[in-house]
Structure formats: structure tokens, C-alpha cells
């Protein structure tokens, strides 16, 4: 029996492996943080058996509320990912496995990994009217990747979407997946009428050092990028700095940023209700939107979702308050879960990868329903 | 220089080869019928060159009215559709085209033939939950294939789906083969949470003979069945006595009959607002079903499309009529282009075979919106 | 119950559908002849329950040794055929099957449909160097179809393939279908090689009326192609007209003349010992060829085959004896089985549709190792 | 203008990036080694303009020869790569480029990269009677993987491949994925007869440190592994340690250790004539083996390559001689070439991933030809 994380996004600590009835095992902090909950780890062991997992400090995880009615993702192909049964007691993660070969992958949820977003990156750019731009380079040094799909144009409005701030919620970058894959399709009216109307600004992976390292939350160095909005720096956070700068160059009228929630078991969306600019022209728009998006695709709804912010009280270091005050626009938080859309529940697969990749492709149809009004 | 329509729901009569700059035809007529407007048909000749085509019975065909604005189809390789400038003058439709290849085949709209129609009934009856069912045979001796899918349980929706009344009308079962892509998928919200709702009763093809012998509107013996509904008969219409015979026995809480029109440049329904049994609850469902298709697809619209009938005044024979008024059901026809849909027009391939697949896989987002108030 | 075999290639005739346990059939007869032995029909009944067939005029078909050790292939889908336990007993095929869907085709062989064929033709039209070229018409009115690929230049050679004259040896199609789709990769290269040295002439369905028609071995009117070729007549067998008539215009260096055998579970080749012609240097080139070919694949032998022709006592009406005569070159006749090729069995599947695609690809191996010596 | 290649396999240094016209690199080294000439990097640029790349330092690579008549490859998309006019001249690398888009990926072959190599190595597992088995690790920590292929039984033969000792030769593992998709077609004769006679031991990755890091020619401390072979170490070279354990512990009947040469423009293989208990019989399999090869695939030759090992002479370190010495087996090195192989030049592509893969699959036919003899 043999446990390995050596590969993109990989994150386990073995504690135990001495009997295939009690595997122990650790998550790994993020680098320089305190937060960890991503795992990604393979077992070698012997089809037919059972094996019996424990993940021994849940409880001290980023978000222990997550774990409840959690299902662990597995995978024998690194390419279909079921779920298995899975229990938060005593502080831990339990579940147990019979595997039907003898090499089993587990994730908290399907891996997007970096090879992959340069596969999709550089597809891309041979989309028509779509340009790729690096904006700078992340302390790992690696790319900072912008799409700009469609050609500027007075009138056309600047519609942003940035995914995987937290890199852990890889569900972020395959959303996005299937929001570029319907954008590029010429059979499909909502993609054309969009493409006639806007530009799109596209940041697949907001934080791709914390994606190859397998973090949860936050960067090389451990910071949260999703409280630098106000004043990112170059040596915590260059991924924010070098977008924000972007933004500022070429305005925003409408902003997505793609996450996942660890507990609650919906896809929905965070507004901007707290930020002080917020008015009814901007209630209004936000209901619109929430509205075709509902009537888009069941996989979305409104009423389960974050408490609202009181008035003022947005935190303004937040990616979507702060581009929400600092353009006066639209702009949300999008939220998927890591258990399940409880609306339209599946029990073998539960929320994952194709999923994610649908609700990113049906927001498009949500982003024409405002398109005009944005400004 | 040759011409040929030996195959496959072919249609055309050469007058005239003599010259590539004076190319004449006329469509042939329905068996035993006046109606003519389907073509279908191949020319070998010289890739390179110039040819001036002309259809001379344009005038006297059964919609002159669609031949305005209308551009024809052209495929090399019987897969990629794309349209032909042509017009339409002095009771000629007439295109000239300089094709890239030695064969080229127009047609009036993307042809779906019998073979094909044969695969999709079979590979179907694999999916969970799915039934082939045979309901009796036509006049040519094609069987009247019926595809129940999901399990009848008490309080679930019988939905009723028929395309292709009108064989020329080709668009209605590519829209078929989309509805039932997206509804054999698994991943698909929108399908799992229907199937836990509804049963649905698909025929992909209400007229097998007229597909098959390039009729534009009648069967095998010149009856078009879309007046046959409220007396059919074995000799004229056994394809609607089946189908009705069925519908009967089974029920029907709503229902979706598909066509396309000659003239109308969008897509759109007809309702039953002429039937005698309208009254405001049919009204409420039919606004909620149009408000959700638009709602999940900018290639709906409710601004264009037929007058609408004066109360009662429906034409009893027709199928949505006869169905809503004898079931006290949503009901209607849906009607998509050959032309273009010009809320979302399309300049090099115009309304097609993708676009037709793609609005009937998006027709389940609207049924699901209304499958709970159907009774 | 129900039988049907009003579709492309169909076949049977119903003597007795009374019960499940006795279903008794027979194959009808080619028109204006008195070949047998194609058979395609549909079943629906049902799922799971055991149906017992009986071909009751088994006995009297063309080539009743061709029923000893067959097996019956049967399809769901149309698409995945696969082989049902079938014995040969007092003159009639009998196999029983519990099937798993409620409608079953049965077969002698995968059916290749006039619709794939036409799009096989016209798709391939688009291929680089490639002229697709109609050489006349067939009695039922259809096209006779060459596909030259590559351009004519000095000193290359000119490679006639045919196949299917006898219609229900559907695998002749399939083979073709390989072989097209090698000779069109870019990156083989065999297929590049070959096309620097020669320009093939190939005609992937010498009998598309048979074909279409669900015959064994005849045209429309009952006439057996491979006896036509010393005098072929516009009235009884303008395909082979048409064909010789090109073979007489381009020359030919090598042919290859694709079948299907009844009887024997092997692929071989027969050659042209029987010619009067023969010679030392065509008794080489045959060796070359055959040897080449087994070293190119399993799936050929040349131990087991047809008795040889004695010398000068081959029948000049056949086609490969008729061009290896005429053209003094390289002529086979290419035979693959209706059951399996015993070198490598396969006992859930046979021979079938992807083996013979395979095979016809490999031919082109053997091809080249005698290209550069066919004159 | 920017160059990144901080990725899978990325190798490049930039010495000036200040004029499109004169961009100057160099190659850097293997970690812990004088050797290098594996190269792979991006340049993110301007589409449309030319821009002239030196790599300065070519001419002490490890293999200056085979800068001859080498073209650069590029991509796009990762997907797609071609070939860049090329030119060796005052040992510098020089290639000017026009890309069609902003980012051009320049590679010396098509990498493959850890992650799809992981894909590939847990698919197979998915395979009819295949083990992955995990023999050890490396040194950076990565599995070396074993696929064994086929159920051990009395008399069948056993056939060891292993690929990418060298791991810039990433050819080698395009060569072993197209064997092995072969080797798990059903349909496919050769690799069921082959099954039937011989179980495949294959190790798709002998390097995955050396592949990951960008190295050409040695493992993650600069050890050559093809040097290893008569006494390898756990410090420097575990990867051949454990391979050869497992090889000791299993029996080898026949051994294809597959590479790439730098300088010779041929595929070609280097046989056992070196080696001491080199006799008769083995070199009868070996011309069985060359004349198999060749008769598969005219990507194969037997004229060009190294120069033949005088008796006794064979390095005895090397993975092909201390096979063949030990085990007393047929075992040869495979080479596949940088530039093209000449017998079947495409000027576009050059040799490349996909005819690597078509050359891994068709040995399959050469090992049927020798597999009943190798005892
Ligand atoms: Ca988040
Ligand atoms: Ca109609
Ligand atoms: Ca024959
Ligand atoms: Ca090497």
C-alpha cells in the first residue's frame, strides 16, 4: 500500500498507512498559512479490498462546516470522478472504499491541472478576434493569462470574469472551461449576440502557483487574494495587482468572479448590496440577472445562499465589492458548491467537473438578458 | 453537366442543362397532390465555374411567399450546410453559384433521411428508462416509431412531442435529435429533474413515406396530415390515426407538435387561443411556457409569427388544436425558418440543421418551467 | 411481433410470426433470379424473452455450404453488430436469442446503406488530388461513382480497385471504407509513398442497385456482374460497362477486385494462374503481393482459398481475369469471409465491419511493396 | 516580447531579448551534467512579424551533428506542431519565424508531458487483463510505473519495452502510446494473437525526472541511465535499479528499449551483435525482426544507422546489451530521428508525435512475426 501526491495540485500527508482498515492521513497547510482542506492524493493498493480512510485534522481545516454531508470525489481514469460515501465524525473525515482496480485517486473535488490551463489558453488564442496577454508574472513565476475575446468597439461593454482566486476550488477554472468553449461557438445565437455587444476579459486561473501546489486558499506565499482588491502588492499579491492594473485600463461594466462555497450545497451568487455606491439602478440589474440565470438553468437559485451585507458594510478588499464600487457595476461572486446543488441532486456524481463546465456556458445566457442595460 | 435527385428525399425536374448559365428546373408536385416547395438535388459539373440556376415553377409552388429573402443550401460533402445568395424574381427563384467542388447538392432546407432516422430510433431504445414502440405501419409500409421515455408513475406529466406532420419541413427532427440528446443526458439538471417529473412520448417522424419520397407536405398518398386530426383514417392517415389512437390511450398533459414555415423569418409557437376549451388557466401556461423558452433562448420570440385565430375559431383538424381542445392541454406548433431567425441571423449559414438541434434541446428548459402546473 | 425489412438492403419474407419459439422466415430471392442468401430484417418483440428462428429455404440458397459453421450477426443500435450461436441442420438456419432490447436486426453481414455510401463518396470529393467522377447510370437510375486520388503524371502507375459487385458481400464496402480513410491520412506513409508513385481509380460499390435492393449477387435485373466483363451490355449490366469502359481509357497496372466469400472462414486471394497471359513475371509479382500482405497483417493467409484455375482455363467473363488478360497486370480477386477468419478468431464479434475497414487498409502495405515492379 | 518556459519540460535561458531581429538563447544543462540540447520555450510576441532566434551555445551540445538539417519545431496551440525553416551555421541554432498568433510554443521534438503521462498510465489500468504496478521511486519522488499487459501463463513469452532513458526523446513515449492503444484494440488481430502468446511488461517513462525537469539526456542528478545497467545504484540511478529487479524477478524473452537519435535522419534499430553470447540464432530473430519491421511499415529501415559493435564489444552497461546478455534474448534499442526519416520525408511536419505513435503500433506486427520463436 502506497499513498503519492507528487503531481499537480497534489496535497496529503501520510500519518498511517500500517493497515488498510485504519489509513491516517493529514492535509497540508498552504504555504505560509493556516488554511488547508484541498487533498489530492493516489493510493496503490489491492483492488476488491476494502480500505478504510481517516483525514485526522478536519476539524482544525478552513472550513469544518464543509465536511458535513460531504462526499469524497475518486477517480481510476483521472478523467470520470465518482463520489463515495463519506462521514464528518469526531472531528475527522471518514470513508471507506472497495476499489474496482488496484490505483485510486481522491480529490475534494475533480483537479484542473496547470498543463491543461495552458492547453486551454493557448487553444484559445486561436479563436477569432480573441487575443491572449500576459499581464505579469506570479511569485512562482509563472503566467498571468488574460483572454480578450472580441474586438473593442465604442459602445461594446467591457464584461470581466476572473475564476480560481482560491485555487482549491477548481470548479472555478472548469466553469470557465465551458463559458469560453459556448463563447467560441458560431451555431450558438446567445454567443453571437454577446460577441456583437461586448468584450470579454477572461481570467481562466486567478492563482495558478496555489493550483499546481495543491493549496486551498491562497498563493505561493500564502496570501488570500480575495482580500487585496484595495491594495495588492507585487510581492503578497502581483495575480491581483497585474488584473486590477488591467481593469483600471480598460474599465469594467460587468464582473463575474468564479469560487467555490465549502458548505452550503447550492450554486448561487454574492452581490453587492454592501457596497456604498449601491443603489436601485443596481438592485435592478442584479434581480435581472438573478432572474435569467434561474430561468436559464435549474442549477442556479437564489435562495439559499451568504448573508446579506448590511448597507456600507461590503468588505471592500473583496474582489467583487471593490469592482463593483470602483466601476459602478454589476458584479458578483459566483458560487458553486463542493457536495451538491441540492435542487437537482445526483447521487453518484453529485457537483462536478461537467457540471461546472454547463453552469459557466449557461451564464452567458444570463449575461445577454443585461448586456444593454449595464450602462 | 448532370443532375440528380435518385436518392434520399431527392426532388427536382430538369427542363433544361443546356448551358451552365441557364440551368431550369421546377419542383416536382406531392404524389397524388398540388403542394410543392421541398428540393433536394445534386449537380456534377466543373468546380470553378459559374452556374446560374433557375426553379421556374417558383411562382405556382405552395408558399411563393417563402421564396422572398429566402437563400438556398448548398453542401460538398452532404454535412456542412451553408447558404447561397439567391432571389427570387419574376416567379423564378434563381442563385448563381461558383462551387469549390464537381459535386454539389442544394437543398431547401438541411435534408434528415430515413437512414438516419432509423439510427436515432434504435440507438435510443438503449437509453434508461426508453421504450421503441411501433404503433402500426404507413402507407408505404414504414413503421410509425414512438419513443416513450421514463417510467409511467402516478403524478408524473404525460408529454407529447411529434415533429415532421410536414415532410419537407426537415428542421423539426433535427430539433427532435437535440431534445433527445439533452434528455439522455445525465449530467443535464434540466433532464433529470423533467424525467422525475414527466414521461415523455416522442414521434421523430410523424411522416416517414413524405420524408423519404422529398414531399414538402403530404404522405405517400397526398394527404396532409395536419388536417387529418380530428377524423383520421387508415386509407388517408394511419401515420395521425396511430399516433392519435395512442395519445388517447395514454393521455396527454401537454403537447409539442414541430414544423417549419415557408415565410416567417423567426421562430415562434401557435397556440390554442382558438380552441373552444381556452380559458385563462390555458392562457397563464401558455405565457409562462413562452416567457421560459425566450427566457433560455434568444432564438424564441413572441413578436412575429401567425395572427392569431378569433376565439373558437381554431381549425378543429389541425393536430395542437385537436390535441388541446380534446385534452384540455398546453398545445402547440412549433414553427422554425428556413430562412434565418433575424433576432440571431446568421449571414453564411442561416437557420440550420445545429441551430434547429440546439432550440430543441433548449425547448426542455421551458417545459420544465411549466411541468408542475400542467394539471 | 413484428418483422420489417422495408428499409436499405432489407431482406426477408415472413412464412410464420405465430409464436416466439418458431419463427419461421425465408430469404427472397434476387430480382429475375434465383440467388439467395442476403438476409437483413428487423424483429420487435420483447426483451428478454427467447425467440427461435428458422430460415426455412436455407437449403436451396446460392451457397447452402456457406450456412456450415456460420453465425448470424445481430444489432440494437444499428451501429454495434455482433454474433449470435446459429446451426445448419435438415436444410435450414436456425438460431435462437434472448435479446436485450425489444427491437433486434439481424443480418448476414454489417449492412453498408446507399446513404453511407453517398456520403463516403462526396466526403471524400474534398481530399486533396481527388475527382470524384460519375460514369454512367445503373438500370434503377443510379450514379456510378469513381474516386480518382491523386493527379496523372509520367511513369506512375494506375491502381484500379472495385468492389461489391456482388452485393450482399457488404464487407467489399467496408474494406474500401479503410482503405480510403488511410489513403487520405497525411501522416502515413505508405499512403504518401503510394500516392508519389501511382493514381488510384476506385470504385466503392459496383452494384449500388443490388446493394439498395438487398440482393446476393445480382443488378436490378438479375444479372451477375462478375460474368459481364468480356461483353458487357447497356441493358443487363451497365455498371461493368461503364467501369471497363474507363479501365480501357486510363489503362491499368494493378487491380484489385474486392469480395466476399460464402464458404471459406479465411481471407485470401485468387489470381490469374488461369489467364493465358500468365507468366514468370506475373507469377513473381503475385508472390511479392501475397507475401507482402501477410507481412502486413494476420488477417491474410494463402494457404487456404480457391482450387487454382488449371492454365488458360480461367473464365475471361470475370473481372479479374478479364483486366489481368486485357491489361496484362496484377488482377486479384480479394475474398474475406461471411463467418470469421480462422487465423485469429473472434468468437463474440467474427469477421465484422472493423476488420474488414483494417484490412482494406492494410492492403495499401502490400500495395507499395509492389508499386515501383508493376510494369 | 517575453519568453517563459517554466512549465513541463521547459528548457531555455535568454542571453537578449532587446530586437525581434536578434533574440539570443541558449540551452541549459542538465542538472548535474555537461550534456544539453533538449530545448522548450514560449515566446509571447507580435503575430505577423518576423523574429530571428540564435541558440548561441548549439555548438557544444551534446550532439552538435545534429543541429545539421534539423528544423525547430513549433506550435500554437500545444496540440499541432510543424516544422520552422532551420539553419546551423557558425555553431548557432537559427530559425526565423512569422507566427500567425502572439504565443508560439518552439520545441527540439513534440513533448510529452507528466500529466499526460499520468493519463495514459491509469487509463491502461481500465484494460482487460492489465496491472499498473509501482516498482519504486525517483529521485525527485515520482513512481516508476510498470504496465504488465496479458495474464502470466505456461509458455508465453515475455516481452519487456521501456522508453525515455534519455528524456529528451520524447518520441519514444508517443511511440509506446501508440503501442499500446494498438495493443488494447480488440478488433485489432495482430495484438490478440499477441496476447494470446506473450504478456508485455512496459515501462512507458524510464525518466519522468529527467522528462519533467527539461533534461536531454540524464536523470534528475545527471546520471545517463543507459549506462547503468551492469551496476545500478539506488543513489544515482534507482530508476534502472528497479527495473532491472523486476526484470530479474519476471524473465525476459525479448527486450525494446525505444530512444531517439539526434543525428541520423532514419528510424532504425541497434542490435546485440556486441554482446558475448551473440550467435546464430539470435541474429536469425534479429533479421526476422528487421524484415518484419520492414515489411509492416516503410518507416522502417535497416540501411542507415550506427555503426555494428565489434564481436565482444558491446558496452555492456548499456539497457539493450545487458538485457540481451543476461537473459540471452533478442533486445534491441529502437531510434527513432529529431529531423525526419528520409525514406517517407514530409517537409511540413517532419518525423513527429503522430507518426511515432503509427511506428510504436506497427512494431506490434514485427513482434507477431518473431513471438513464437524468441525461445
Ligand atoms: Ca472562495
Ligand atoms: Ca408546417
Ligand atoms: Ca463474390
Ligand atoms: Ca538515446
Redesign the interface.
Known amino acids: 500500500m ?1 499513498i ?1 501526491s ?3 495540485s497534489g496535497n496529503i500527508e501520510v500519518v498511517s498507512l500500517d493497515s488498510t482498515s485504519d489509513i491516517q492521513l493529514n492535509i497540508s497547510k498552504d504555504n505560509n498559512s493556516d488554511f488547508y482542506q484541498w487533498f489530492h492524493f493516489k493510493i ?1 493498493s489491492t483492488a476488491g479490498e476494502e480500505h478504510q480512510f481517516r483525514i485526522l485534522n478536519a476539524k482544525q481545516s478552513a472550513y469544518p462546516d464543509g465536511w458535513q454531508d460531504y462526499k469524497t470525489m475518486a477517480s ?4 470520470t470522478w465518482f463520489r463515495i460515501d463519506t462521514c464528518y465524525e469526531d472531528g475527522e473525515l471518514k470513508f471507506n472504499h472497495i476499489p474496482d ?3 485510486v ?1 481522491y480529490a475534494y473535488f475533480v483537479p484542473y ?4 490551463h ?2 486551454l489558453i ?2 484559445s ?2 479563436a477569432p478576434d480573441t ?2 496577454i ?1 499581464l505579469g508574472q506570479t511569485i ?4 498571468m493569462f488574460l483572454l480578450q475575446i472580441g474586438q473593442e468597439a465604442e459602445g461594446k461593454k467591457k464584461i470581466w470574469i476572473t475564476a480560481r482566486q482560491h485555487p482549491g476550488e477548481s470548479m472555478a477554472e472548469w466553469y470557465v472551461e465551458g463559458l469560453l468553449e459556448r463563447l467560441f461557438d ?5 454567443s ?2 454577446l460577441l456583437a455587444n461586448a468584450v470579454f476579459y477572461v481570467v481562466p486561473n486567478m492563482n495558478p502557483d496555489g493550483s499546481a501546489r495543491g493549496h486551498l486558499r491562497t498563493n505561493a506565499v500564502g496570501t488570500n487574494l480575495n482580500r487585496e482588491w484595495l491594495e495588492p502588492s507585487l510581492d503578497k499579491s502581483p495575480e491581483v495587482f497585474y488584473v486590477r492594473q488591467k481593469m483600471l485600463e480598460t474599465g469594467v461594466d460587468m464582473f463575474l468572479d468564479i469560487h467555490g462555497d465549502e458548505a452550503i450545497p447550492y450554486n448561487f451568487v454574492a452581490g453587492c448590496e454592501g457596497i456604498k455606491s449601491y443603489d436601485a439602478r443596481h438592485q435592478a440589474l442584479e434581480e435581472t440577472f438573478k432572474a ?1 440565470y434561474a ?5 442556479f437559485q437564489d435562495v439559499h445562499g451568504y448573508d446579506k451585507d448590511e448597507p456600507g458594510q461590503a468588505l471592500p478588499t473583496v474582489g467583487a465589492a471593490w469592482v463593483g464600487e470602483q466601476f459602478k457595476c454589476l458584479s458578483y461572486t459566483v458560487e458553486m458548491p463542493f457536495k451538491d ?1 441540492n ?2 441532486p ?1 447521487a453518484f ?1 453529485g457537483w ?1 467537473d ?2 461546472s463546465a ?1 453552469f459557466g456556458a449557461d451564464v452567458l ?1 444570463a449575461i ?2 443585461v448586456v444593454k442595460k449595464l450602462r
Chains 1, 2, 3, 4 share one sequence.
Do not use: I
Open positions: 502506497k503519492s507528487n503531481f499537480d496503490e481510476y481514469d483521472r478523467e482496480f488496484d490505483h485517486f491541472s496547470y498543463e491543461r495552458l492547453d493557448h487553444k488564442q486561436l487575443q491572449l500576459t512562482d513565476g509563472r503566467d458560431h451555431d450558438d445565437a446567445v453571437r449576440l435569467a430561468a436559464a438553468t435549474p442549477e446543488h435542487d437537482a445526483d456524481y462536478n461537467v457540471r454547463k445566457t445577454l438578458a
